[in-house]
C-alpha cells in the first residue's frame, strides 16, 4: 500500500527537475541568461560552465582535443555530485526519471524482486567509452534518450519520442525500474562519482516498525538492507537520494543527514 | 569444501565470461548504430567546424552554437534528420548563415568543436569571411540566367559579392543577339553562408551549397601546375621510383634508360 499523499521530496525532486529544465527552455526560447544550453554543457549566469563529466569522458575517449570551458565544467559538476553522493543526479535533475517514474506508478505495487541485472550498466558504462574510442563518436550520447529528452524539449524532439517511449515501454510492460536501474551508462557513471558524497539516508532502528514500506517503494531496494537490522546511514552509491523511502516513512525512522561510516552501521544502537 | 570453492570459482569465471560475450553482443549492435549516425555527408555544420570526424569527437551537442545565432540559422539535428541526432546544422533554404563579423557561433563554442582560430586571419583577428561551410553549386540547366534571362539574384545576395560569385559575359546562342549573363561561383572565396541558395527564385534553388568534401575534387600527387610557381614547389628535386641515387637528370643521363 503506497500511501496517496505526495511526499515532501517528490515534490523538490518535481521543483528541481522542471526547474533546470524550464530555466534552460527559457534560455533558448526567451534568451533568459540564468541557464543556457542543455543537460550536456550549460553556462549559470553566464559565466559558471557545467558539463556532464560522462558525455566529457566519452569525447576525450574519441580523441576529441576539448577546450578549457568544457573541461572546468565538467570538474565543476562532479565536484557537486561527489560532495552530495550516490546517484543525486539521476533522482533530482535526470528528465527521463519523471518518465520512468510514471512507468513506475503505473505498474502500481509489487513485491521487490531479488536484484538480478543490475551490474549490466557497469558493462554498459566500459562499453560506452570503448565503443567512444572506436568509433571516434560520443557512443552513448549518439543513442541517450536522456539526452534525446533534454535536448528535444529545449531544441525540438523530431524522432526522439522513439528513445523516450522505448524507456517508458520497457520499465512499464518489461521490467521494473528497468532503463534506470539495470542499463543506464550513465546511472552507473554517478554511482562511482558518489561513492562517498556526505549526504545520505539515515536510518534510525529505535524508530522502525519494520513495515517494509520504503523497502517496497525504493527503485533500487537492495540499498535499504540494513533497514529493521541495524542504524546508519544508506552507504550503497547505487542510492539515488531520491527521498522515496522518507516519504513515504511514518515513524521517522528515516530522514536525509550527513553521511556516518559503516562502522556506525554494526556498532549504531537499536 | 575446497571443491565447492573450485565449483565457485569456476562458476563465477563462466558467469564473468558469459555476461562479457553478451556485453561484446550489445556492443557491436550498439557500436554499428553509431557508427552509421557518422554518416551524415550532406550535413551543413556552423562556421569554423572541425572537419568531419573531428567535429563528432569534440562536439558535446549543447547547443550554445544555436542560441548564440541571432538569425535562427542553427538548429540541432533531431534523431532521423540527416547528421548526427544533437549536433548543429543549417540548411540555408531556410535560413541562410549570414557570417556575423563577431562570429558569435564559434566564439560560444565550449568546446572548440568550432575553432576560433578556423574564421580568424593570421594576427588572430575574426575574419568570417574564412569560413568554409560549405561550396555552392550552380545548376545550369535550371539556372535562369543560362537560359538568358535577367537574373542576378544569386550574385546580389552574395557578401562576398564580385569575389564569390562573378558575373562572365558570353554570346547568347540562341537568339544571336544577346547576352548571357551568367553567375559563376569562385570556389577559393565561397563560405557556403547559402545567401544565395536563399534568394534563388526558382521554385527548388538552381544555386546550392554542399559541403566541400561532397563537391570537390583532388588532383592527388600527378599533376602539377607547371606555370605556378607555388605549385612547382610542391615537387621536390625529383629522385626516380626505385633508385636511391642522384636525382632526375643524373638517371636519364647514367644509360638506365634505353635510348633507342
Not at chain 2, 563537391?215 to 605556378?228: A, C, F, I, L, T
Request: aromatic share 6%; with cysteine; hydrophobic share 45%.
Amino acid at each position: 500500500m503506497t500511501s496517496l499523499a505526495i511526499g515532501k521530496y517528490v515534490v523538490l525532486r518535481r521543483f528541481v527537475q522542471l526547474g533546470a529544465l524550464v530555466l534552460l527552455f527559457g534560455g533558448r526560447a526567451f534568451g533568459w541568461t540564468i541557464l543556457r544550453g542543455d543537460l550536456s554543457h550549460s553556462q549559470l549566469l553566464g559565466v559558471v560552465p557545467l558539463s556532464d563529466p560522462f558525455a566529457t569522458a566519452q569525447l576525450l575517449a574519441a580523441g576529441g582535443s576539448l577546450g578549457a570551458d568544457v573541461l572546468i565544467g565538467a570538474v565543476v559538476v562532479l565536484a557537486v555530485y561527489a560532495l552530495l553522493g550516490g546517484r543525486t543526479f539521476c533522482a533530482w535533475v535526470c528528465p527521463l526519471n519523471l518518465v520512468t517514474d510514471l512507468a513506475n506508478r503505473l505498474r502500481g505495487d509489487e513485491d521487490p524482486q531479488t536484484p538480478s541485472g543490475r551490474s549490466i550498466r557497469f558493462w554498459a558504462l566500459g562499453l560506452s567509452l570503448v565503443l567512444s574510442a572506436l568509433t571516434g563518436v560520443a557512443a552513448f550520447e549518439a543513442v541517450s534518450p536522456i539526452g534525446m529528452l533534454h535536448r528535444g524539449l529545449i531544441f525540438g524532439m523530431g524522432a526522439g519520442w522513439f528513445f523516450v517511449a522505448a524507456v517508458f515501454l520497457f520499465d512499464w510492460a518489461v521490467r521494473r525500474n528497468g532503463f534506470c536501474g539495470h542499463l543506464c551508462p550513465l546511472g552507473a557513471f554517478h554511482s562511482l562519482v558518489g561513492r562517498f558524497g556526505l549526504l545520505r539516508v539515515r536510518h534510525v532502528h529505535m524508530n522502525c516498525t519494520d513495515c517494509g514500506l520504503c523497502v517496497r517503494v525504493c527503485p533500487e531496494h537492495q540499498v535499504l538492507e540494513l533497514v529493521g537490522k541495524a542504524s546508519g546511514s544508506v552507504l550503497d552509491s547505487q542510492c539515488t537520494n531520491c527521498g522515496r523511502c522518507i516519504d513515504v516513512c511514518d515513524d521517522q525512522a528515516l530522514r536525509f543527514d550527513f553521511r556516518r561510516n559503516a562502522l556506525s552501521i554494526r556498532t549504531g544502537g537499536s | 569444501m575446497s571443491s565447492s570453492g573450485g565449483m565457485d570459482r569456476r562458476g563465477f569465471l563462466q558467469g564473468l565470461l558469459r555476461s562479457a560475450a553478451a556485453a561484446a553482443a550489445g556492443g557491436a549492435v550498439w557500436g554499428g548504430f553509431v557508427a552509421t549516425t557518422k554518416h551524415a555527408p550532406l550535413a551543413l555544420r556552423p562556421p569554423g567546424a572541425l572537419a568531419g570526424d573531428a567535429f563528432l569527437s569534440t562536439c558535446i551537442r549543447c547547443g550554445t552554437c544555436v542560441e548564440a545565432c541571432p538569425y535562427g540559422t542553427l538548429s540541432l539535428a533531431t534523431p532521423g534528420e540527416a547528421a548526427a541526432a544533437g549536433t548543429p546544422v543549417f540548411t540555408p533554404r531556410d535560413v541562410p548563415c549570414h557570417l556575423c563579423q563577431d562570429v558569435p557561433c564559434t566564439v560560444a563554442c565550449p568546446t572548440g568543436a568550432l575553432a576560433r582560430s578556423a574564421v580568424s586571419d593570421e594576427t588572430g583577428a575574426l575574419d568570417v569571411d574564412r569560413a568554409r561551410m560549405g561550396l555552392a553549386v550552380l545548376d545550369r540547366d535550371h539556372c535562369l540566367a543560362a537560359w538568358g534571362l535577367r537574373c542576378d539574384a544569386c550574385y546580389r545576395a552574395c557578401p562576398l559579392i564580385d569575389k564569390a560569385i562573378v558575373i562572365e559575359h558570353s554570346r547568347n546562342e540562341r537568339t544571336g543577339r544577346h547576352a548571357v549573363l551568367m553567375p559563376v561561383v569562385q570556389d577559393d572565396h565561397c563560405t557556403g553562408c547559402g545567401l544565395c541558395e536563399r534568394a534563388c527564385v526558382t521554385e527548388k534553388a538552381s544555386i546550392r551549397v554542399l559541403p566541400r568534401d561532397v563537391v570537390q575534387g583532388r588532383v592527388g600527387d600527378d599533376y602539377v601546375r607547371g606555370w605556378d610557381a607555388e605549385d612547382e614547389g610542391r615537387i621536390d628535386p625529383a629522385t626516380p621510383v626505385g633508385s636511391e641515387q642522384g636525382n632526375a637528370l643524373d638517371w636519364l643521363n647514367d644509360g638506365e634508360v634505353d635510348h633507342d
